[in-house]
Structure formats: C-alpha cells, structure tokens
C-alpha cells in the first residue's frame, strides 16, 4: 500500500471531522445574529438563552451531525485499508455522511421555523456546514477513482500476462 495515496485518500475525511468546530449553523431574527452554532455543539448537544424571555434552554444533540461525524470516522478507517472492498465502504460511507448533513439540514430547517412561531428569522449553514459536505464529496470521490484504478490495474495486469496455448 502506497502511503502517499493513503495520505490523499484520508484527507478529505479528516478536513471534514476538522470542520465540525467551524460554524454549522446561524440564526438571525430581523438581520441581527441572535445565534450560532458549531458541528461540534450539534453533536454534544448546547444550551442557549432565549432572546425575549432570558430563560436557558437545553438543545439535545442532533442524531444527523452525529452519524455524519462517526461516516466520517469511518471513512478514515476504510481508507487505510489496502483492500478495494474497503474502498467501496470508504465511499458508502462519505455518502452516509453527505446524505445526513442535508437530512440535519432539511430536520433544523423545519424544527427551527416551527420553535420561531411566524417571528421573521434566517438560518444561514455557514463555512463549517459546507465544508463538511464538500469534503465527504471529496472522499467519495476519492474512493471511487481507487476503485476504478484498482479495476484497470487488474485488467491491464490480465493483459501483459502471457497466455498458455490452449
């Protein structure tokens, strides 16, 4: 196994799990930033004090950022694999992490719009948020053309072997 191309493959999974201390998360209410969270706050759960009343409120933590986090895990582990079935997995599971984000997305959208009952806000998904979705792209990418590489070597080694007369 080449370590330099473990090294590339595992990058993008390793960015991605990086980026969870980035904003992930934005609220405004009337163009004034009322709250943001981090990847790592959604994953841990966080509390957060209510704008109009003061009160602490506890936000459990988001079950799509924490299997986006543990794909991304994963996807560190099947990369280092030499084993082209480790890449398909590598792959499966930067899917698994790039379907969750928008699934956490679409979930926050519609919980946070219903918890702001008709008061005029926006939720913004800043650099955090796209980076971890960029990067898991970027592993799946990456697993796929090893897969593909590893099928022409095995094909181009079935052709330069000499064949017996039959």
Do not use: H
């Amino acid at each position: 196994m080449n370590r330099k191309s473990t090294g590339v493959r595992i990058t993008p999974f390793a960015l991605g799990i990086m980026c969870f201390v980035l904003p992930f998360v934005q609220i405004s209410c009337d163009g004034k930033k009322a709250m943001q969270f981090t990847g790592v706050q959604l994953v841990t759960g966080s509390e957060m004090k209510e704008p109009m009343g003061g009160e602490t409120k506890k936000i459990p933590p988001e079950p799509f950022a924490i299997v986006t986090l543990l794909a991304l895990a994963v996807g560190i582990g099947f990369c280092a694999s030499p084993k082209r079935a480790m890449s398909v997995s590598a792959a499966i599971a930067g899917g698994i992490a790039v379907i969750s984000m928008f699934v956490m997305k679409t979930r926050m959208d519609a919980e946070i719009t219903k918890e702001a009952s008709g008061m005029p806000i926006t939720i913004e998904y800043p650099i955090g948020f796209w980076l971890v979705c960029l990067a898991a792209i970027a592993g799946v990418i990456l697993a796929i053309m090893r897969i593909k590489d590893k099928g022409t070597a095995n094909q181009a080694a079935d052709t330069c072997s000499p064949q017996s007369p039959v």
